[in-house]
C-alpha cells in the first residue's frame, strides 16, 4: 500500500511539474490537493507522513470519522463538497480550514453566524459552475461576481478565490472552456477591488486534466484517483450529494 500510494504521489508531482515547465510556471505555485473520500484514514497518513500538506474531504460524516486518526499529523484541511447548513458546526469542530463550495448566500450568512460568537473567521472559495451542467452546484458565472458583493460584507468569511468541476470529458478543449471562464471570471473580480476580496487562488483541475489547468492558472489541482486508487462509485457521486 505505501509504496503504491508514494510511487502515485511522484508520479502526479512530476506531471505538475513538467505542466508548470511547459506553461512557463513556477510548481510553487501550485498545490496539490489530495482528494480522499472513500480513503481511510491509514492511506491518507502514509501521504501526510510524506510530506503532503493539504487533504479535503466531500462528505462531512468522512471528515468527523477520520479526524481523531489525522488530528496529530500536521496538515491543513479543505472542504469540497456540497455543503448543507446544518452541517456547518461539525465543518468548524474538526479544524476546516477553507471550503472551497460556498456557491448560495444562505450558506455564507450561515457560516458567518456560527463564526461570529467565536470571533473566527474562514478561507472560502466561490464554486463556479462553469460547465453549465444542471447536476453540478456552484453559482452562474454571470452571477458571480454579484453573490462576491454580499458575501464580503461578512467579515467571518476571507473569500481567497473561486474554485469550479469543470466538465467530465475526454475533449481538452470543451474541459479548456471551463478553465478559461474561471479565469477569465478572476480577472473580472480583480478589477473590480471589492473590499475583503483576494483573487489568488484558482482550485480546479483533477486527475484527468491537470496539466490543462496548470496551463489556465490553476493554483490548486484537487486530485484522488490517481494517488489512491480506483473507488467504487464515479466521482460524479460524491459531487452531486443531494441531487439525486
Known amino acids: 500500500m505505501k509504496e503504491d500510494i508514494l510511487y502515485h504521489l511522484k508520479i502526479i508531482n512530476d506531471r505538475i511539474e513538467t505542466a508548470c515547465k511547459k506553461a512557463g510556471r ?46 496529530n499529523i500536521p496538515h491543513e484541511n479543505h472542504f469540497i463538497g456540497h455543503l448543507q447548513t446544518n452541517k456547518i458546526k461539525d465543518i468548524l469542530k ?25 470571533s473566527k473567521t474562514m478561507d472560502i472559495l466561490i464554486q463556479v459552475n462553469t460547465s453549465q451542467e444542471e447536476s453540478k452546484f456552484g453559482i452562474h458565472p454571470n452571477a458571480a461576481i454579484d453573490l462576491i458583493r454580499k458575501i464580503a460584507e461578512f467579515n467571518t468569511l476571507k473569500i481567497k478565490g473561486l474554485m469550479t468541476i469543470g466538465l467530465f470529458s475526454a475533449e481538452t478543449e470543451k474541459v479548456r472552456t471551463c478553465f478559461k471562464i474561471l479565469k477569465n471570471l478572476q480577472q473580472n473580480i480583480i478589477s473590480e477591488h471589492i473590499p475583503n476580496v483576494e483573487m489568488k487562488e484558482l482550485s480546479m483541475g483533477m486527475s484527468g486534466d491537470l496539466e490543462t489547468a496548470i496551463e489556465e492558472g490553476s493554483t490548486i489541482v484537487r486530485v484522488g484517483t490517481a494517488v489512491f486508487g480506483a473507488r467504487v462509485y464515479p466521482d460524479s457521486y460524491y459531487w452531486d450529494e443531494g441531487k439525486k
Do not use: F, M
Not at 496539490?32 to 462528505?59: C, F, H, M, P, Y
Not at 474538526?94 to 467565536?118: F, G, I, M, N
Open 26 to 71: 513556477d510548481p510553487k505555485e501550485i498545490r496539490l490537493l489530495l482528494a480522499t473520500k472513500t480513503v481511510s484514514a491509514d492511506r491518507i497518513r502514509v501521504a501526510l507522513e510524506s510530506g503532503q500538506t493539504l487533504i479535503a474531504e466531500n462528505k462531512v460524516q468522512e471528515l468527523k470519522e477520520k479526524y481523531e486518526e489525522l488530528k
Open 94 to 118: 474538526y479544524d476546516v480550514t477553507c471550503v472551497q463550495s460556498v456557491d448560495r448566500l444562505d450558506l455564507a450568512e450561515k457560516l458567518h453566524q456560527r463564526l461570529l460568537p467565536e
